[in-house]
């Protein structure tokens, strides 16, 4: 439930609109709602400005399909991260309200419109190469779910330094950037010492044999020379977007 949802409720029982009975069966699940599976945290948003979301690797097609369908019933923003496509084929057979995003791997519904009025600054998302994009996506669909502007500009590593330095309109637009980058995990460096913005750095587990996993590239992120920047965990493209989301909202 969403703040402005709950004091349009409690607006709604004061003015004597809504009788109690009725106000108390909305309120039914709130703030948690136990279901076989899982224990559903319909306050998060409330509380913290990000709903409650799937995180679908490791879940059956049918526990994701569960929980989704009772957080569609209460009309939430839904979001399912790490959905591959055969569990995304089998969750939508269920719920077909659903869409699914394959290179992010997430299913969504109830993505926000967004208004001039509502309208926060963009995000953008830079990534280094076309093999950071599902990290890269995950943000991209994360933080457009949660109500920001994004914008994409990929396959701008530093191996190719013009191709970042001829968007710099792009990255002086923007109120956040996301850089998601593998290898040896320069690119935030780069981008850190040409904006004058919050920079998010996410490392990919892309990269040849010595760049253990992503950990090569984590490790250049955090030894970053440039000040300001910081850093998520490896191919988390989900918690980068959730950072620059809360960040966007002070801006």
Not at 32 to 39: D, Q, S, T, V
Not at 91 to 110: F, G, K, Q, S
Not at 121 to 130: D, E, F, K, P, R
Request: some cysteine; aromatic content about 2%.
């Amino acid at each position: 439930m969403k703040k402005e949802d709950l004091a349009q409720l409690l607006a709604e029982v004061a003015a004597g609109r809504c009788p109690v009975e009725q106000a108390m069966d909305t309120l039914r699940h709130w703030p948690g709602e136990m279901l076989g599976c899982a224990h559903l945290d319909h306050q998060r948003r409330l509380r913290t400005g990000i709903p409650e979301v799937v995180f679908g690797e490791g879940k059956s097609a049918e526990q994701v399909a569960q929980i989704m369908r009772r957080m569609l019933a209460r009309q939430e923003t839904v979001l399912a991260t790490r959905v591959d496509v055969a569990k995304a084929a089998a969750v939508i057979d269920l719920v077909p309200e659903l869409t699914y995003h394959p290179a992010a791997r997430m299913l969504t519904a109830n993505l926000p419109e967004l208004s001039d009025r509502d309208r926060r600054g963009t995000i953008l998302v830079i990534s280094a190469g076309t093999s950071d994009e599902p990290v890269a996506e995950e943000a991209v669909i994360t933080a457009t779910a949660l109500g920001n502007p994004v914008a994409r500009l990929y396959d701008a590593g530093v191996a190719g330094i013009h191709r970042l330095l001829g968007q710099r309109q792009a990255m002086d637009d923007a109120s956040v950037l996301i850089v998601v980058a593998g290898m040896e995990g320069a690119l935030p460096s780069v981008v850190g010492g040409l904006v004058s913005k919050p920079v998010i750095a996410v490392p990919t587990s892309v990269g040849y044999g010595v760049g253990l996993g992503g950990i090569a590239a984590l490790l250049g992120m955090l030894n970053s020379c440039a000040p300001g920047v910081t850093v998520v965990n490896i191919d988390n493209g989900f918690g980068a977007a959730c950072a620059a989301h809360a960040i966007n909202g002070r801006v």
